[in-house]
């Protein structure tokens, strides 16, 4: 009898087995996705899938197209061999029919020739088209007429990325400064692009403590047309500047307004507020007598 050592021990190797079995088969299937298929609603409109995928149309979706098709060649109580609702029938019976596939890129088109094709496969052999091979190829030819003029598909694709274009030197792109290049000197070719100067002393700065004018703040030829130079205040020798004037500020006078409470009115404030506790302390005095 097995004891709780030995079941230990194969629980163990049991589930070694099985972790390394999944582990090697998944190894062995990474990277190999094939594509997949995407059912369309319908022969028209749009499709998005990824790039690769195949795009199919269900037969039932084609049934009333390929019956139209074939009842124009149907000669009355099938005659010629002729049956429009058995073809319908076959053609639904197929299930999804492949049309096309999203290529590799943004939008793609499925006509409706594409369409056509693939229902021509389809019944190709199908009973109903006809008695002679002659009627079967007529009756073939008005269905897939009668499809492609009806359907025809966009395919956009989901997971398509635009490729990004390097620059070029060529007509109409731009060309990087050479590393070697001479400060100021024309770069061959161009005529025009220049290497970026490595002394800039000729733009014009203010010194602290001297009095800047206008012209040579603003001057006509400045770098950068229309932004003014940056101004410093005046300062001491030892090149650390000052707030001028901060905190002197001086009140204007104002004018003497008619609004204004006069020394006679405040007077007469004090003496009626005095008269008026007078009179309280006298009235509360008799109270208490």
């Avoid at 205040?233 to 006069?262: F, H, I, K, W, Y």
Wanted: aromatic share 2%; hydrophobic share 40%.
């Amino acid at each position: 009898m097995p004891t709780r050592t030995d079941l230990t021990r194969t629980t163990r190797r049991m589930l070694t087995a099985g972790a390394l079995a999944a582990l090697f088969g998944g190894a062995l299937f990474t990277g190999t996705a094939s594509a997949s298929t995407v059912l369309a609603q319908g022969c028209t409109g749009s499709v998005v899938g990824n790039i690769g995928d195949q795009i199919a149309v269900q037969g039932k979706d084609l049934a009333d197209l390929v019956r139209t098709g074939a009842k124009e060649q149907e000669v009355f109580l099938h005659l010629n061999g002729v049956d429009p609702d058995g073809l319908a029938d076959t053609i639904t019976k197929q299930g999804a029919l492949a049309v096309g596939a999203v290529p590799n890129a943004a939008t793609g088109t499925i006509t409706g020739q594409n369409v056509a094709a693939a229902v021509s496969q389809a019944l190709q052999n199908a009973s109903g088209l006809g008695v002679t091979s002659d009627q079967k190829q007529k009756t073939l030819n008005s269905i897939g007429t009668k499809v492609a003029g009806n359907c025809g598909m966009t395919t956009y694709a989901g997971n398509y990325s635009a490729a990004t274009a390097l620059p070029s030197g060529g007509a109409g792109g731009t060309m990087p400064v050479p590393g070697g290049t001479l400060p100021g000197t024309t770069l061959p070719g161009t005529g025009t692009a220049t290497a970026p100067p490595r002394d800039y002393g000729n733009i014009p700065a203010a010194v602290p403590g001297i009095a800047v004018s206008p012209g040579a703040r603003y001057p006509a030829g400045a770098p950068i047309a229309g932004l003014p130079s940056p101004e410093l205040l005046g300062g001491n020798s030892a090149g650390q500047t000052d707030v001028r004037n901060t905190g002197n500020a001086d009140a204007l006078a104002a004018e003497p307004s008619s609004n204004t409470v006069q020394l006679p009115m405040l007077l007469a404030v004090v003496a009626l507020a005095g008269v008026s506790a007078a009179l309280v302390r006298t009235w509360v005095l008799r109270k208490l007598s």
